[in-house]
């Protein structure tokens, strides 16, 4: 009896509270991991950063969390307490643009309206207060080009065979126009503004030359399209749009993580390479229709600008905006002299066709006396397909969203860490306080005062949905980085969908029990502790609070920091990859075919 009574009255480990409370301090001090728990502990309570970049990716299925409508969110808010800042009004216009919801109607007009509804009327606003930024005006053409301006000239295209592919020859529409003459002056104003704004950038005459060539305003065409040659850059300022919107996020909801800012980049619309595409294949018509009649120089200088301007996208943009610079080259070498391309053999690969409308274009350049321009175009040409195959490789290969793939897992991994230290160090704190007081009956207490906390850390779980939005921003970013066609694999994004769509309980009861699995298991573990030794629970419960649990809870926070810090340097990896692909995709799968060789 005595022995017992002595082993009640030890102190235990008390001290031993303070070695997870320092190792929490210590990750809010460090800079690699403030930031990133910061987020956490917001996440723990609060997902509706993670539910909100799902509603603005169109995300319905699955167990979606909650969140309000755009209109009556927090983003809206901030943008209106801050109008004097371009990159929250930006962000502020698209996001709201890309929330908007109607019907785009069929008629050019109808189009128009639609436009104007979504991203027009609030460019136009941003372009208003901050005249001099020509991302704002970049932002609108860009978005316009989606099916209320763009070239559909397929009758002239078909004259010289300047086509994607010979089989869509037979159903060409001759000379449609897709705007309206409403639509194409706030265009024309639009590309002219932003030209001025960033006078040595290609990018808004080349776009000025889509409406001016819907509106079959030829010659004015041609004339941005030779300006556009003599332009020493090229930027669509699309980056400026997921970089915009995450300023926001991080702005409205104190967040940091690459899960949500690359799905802020991995959603980025691009229709302008498409408008590009086609309004390169109607001046290459148009080049072709001069050399035919006999002005072979100046079809000769509306192809080099068109080429010039393409090299500008291959080498100054990401790796979409490079195959599309390339591809761009490729259709100014087509129907040299006003001839069109034979048709090629229906065994003959793409490669093969592509080599042989160079040589005959080469051919073309010397014999009439243009060696130096020919020289300059095989070398150019080449430099073009060696990077396109190099970003196909990268591609292939998924080198590029490498990085980001097991941060998900990380994180979920962080948050059952965190949960479970929260909970049982908040147990084993009280048990401590309970300890040394004097107090008899708080002792007796003890077990009441522990399922209240128990009762708290259920209600917080129940509410808890960082789980869910987890889940399904993998499931969103496994989509938009995998094009996925009939035939092939089901990519891991689209099965794991399908599961939570039809199981959406699942992450929910994973998610609450597996928070709780340390508070219980030491709650259960005291009771079992004390059947055998015999004695109250409060005794054994105070016991196993103040010695086991205690090491319990300084093992959990060591395996969270551990966990943490491994997080925060995947973190940083993709963050780096991200801005390097980007911001210079060309230059970076160019880096990384460099470094393969030199493993190898």
């Not at 909650?66 to 962000?91: F, G, M, N």
């Not at 559909?152 to 078909?158: C, N, P, Q, T, V």
């Not at 301007?309 to 610079?325: K, N, Y």
Request: proline share 5%.
């Amino acid at each position: 009896m005595e022995t017992r009574d002595k082993e009640k009255s030890k102190p235990g480990t008390p001290l031993l509270i303070l070695l997870p409370v320092l190792i929490l301090a210590g990750l809010f001090a460090a800079p690699p991991t403030r930031a990133l728990l910061k987020t956490q502990c917001i996440l723990l309570f609060d997902s509706t950063a993670f539910a909100a970049r799902l509603r603005d990716l169109g995300v319905k299925s699955g167990p979606m969390p909650t969140v309000q409508k755009w209109e009556q969110s927090r983003p809206v808010e901030i943008v209106a307490h801050l109008p004097d800042d371009y990159t929250i009004q930006v962000a502020g216009a698209l996001l709201a643009g890309t929330n908007a919801t109607g019907n785009p109607g069929t008629t050019p007009e109808a189009q128009y309206a639609y436009f104007q509804r979504r991203f027009g009327a609030r460019l136009t606003e941003v372009t208003q207060r901050f005249p001099n930024r020509p991302g704002a005006y970049a932002h609108y053409l860009r978005f316009m080009t989606m099916g209320t301006v763009r070239v559909s000239r397929d009758d002239e295209f078909a004259k010289f065979q300047i086509l994607k592919t010979a089989t869509s020859l037979g159903s060409v529409v001759t000379g449609r126009q897709v705007g309206c003459a409403e639509s194409w002056a706030a265009y024309d104003d639009m590309a002219t503004r932003g030209e001025k704004a960033d006078p040595d950038n290609a990018y808004f005459p080349l776009m000025r030359a889509v409406g001016l060539f819907d509106a079959k305003r030829d010659a004015e065409a041609i004339a941005a399209v030779l300006r556009a040659g003599q332009k020493k850059r090229f930027e669509d300022y699309s980056l400026e749009e997921p970089e915009a919107s995450w300023a926001l996020y991080k702005r409205t909801y104190g967040v940091d993580s690459v899960l949500l800012r690359e799905s802020n980049y991995a959603a980025v619309l691009l229709p302008h390479f498409s408008a590009l595409r086609s309004m390169a294949r109607l001046t290459t018509a148009k080049a072709a229709q001069m050399e035919k009649e006999g002005r072979a120089q100046e079809g000769l200088a509306l192809r080099h600008a068109m080429m010039q301007s393409a090299i500008r996208m291959r080498e100054q943009g990401g790796t979409l905006s490079a195959m599309v610079g390339t591809a761009i080259f490729s259709i100014s070498l087509s129907a040299p002299g006003g001839v069109p391309n034979p048709l090629p053999a229906a065994n003959a690969t793409d490669e093969q066709k592509h080599a042989a409308n160079r040589e005959t274009y080469l051919a073309y350049l010397r014999r009439i006396g243009q060696a130096e321009e020919a020289t300059w175009v095989n070398r150019e040409d080449g430099i073009g397909q060696e990077t396109t195959q190099l970003i196909h490789s990268s591609e292939s290969n998924r080198t590029l969203e490498t990085p980001i793939q097991p941060l998900p897992g990380f994180w979920m991994a962080d948050m059952l860490l965190l949960a479970n230290t929260l909970g049982i160090l908040w147990l084993c704190s009280m048990a401590v306080l309970i300890g040394r007081s004097k107090m008899r009956s708080s002792e007796k207490a003890l077990p009441w005062m522990a399922l209240l906390v128990l009762v708290c850390c259920i209600i917080v779980a129940l509410q808890m949905q960082w789980a869910e939005s987890l889940t399904q921003t993998r499931i969103a970013l496994d989509n938009l980085s995998t094009s996925f066609e009939g035939g092939g694999a089901i990519p891991e994004g689209m099965q794991m969908s399908e599961f939570i769509s039809r199981f959406p309980g699942v992450i929910h009861l994973g998610e609450v029990l597996l928070s709780l699995a340390a508070p219980l298991l030491v709650l259960i573990v005291a009771g079992v502790s004390g059947l055998i030794r015999k004695e109250p629970y409060f005794t054994a419960l105070l016991r196993n609070l103040q010695r086991s649990a205690l090491v319990l809870t300084a093992l959990l926070a060591i395996a969270f920091a551990l966990n943490l810090a491994a997080t925060a340097h995947l973190e940083s990896q993709a963050n780096a990859t991200l801005d390097a692909r980007t911001h210079n995709g060309v230059a970076y799968v160019r880096h990384l075919a460099e470094s393969g060789h030199s493993r190898q």
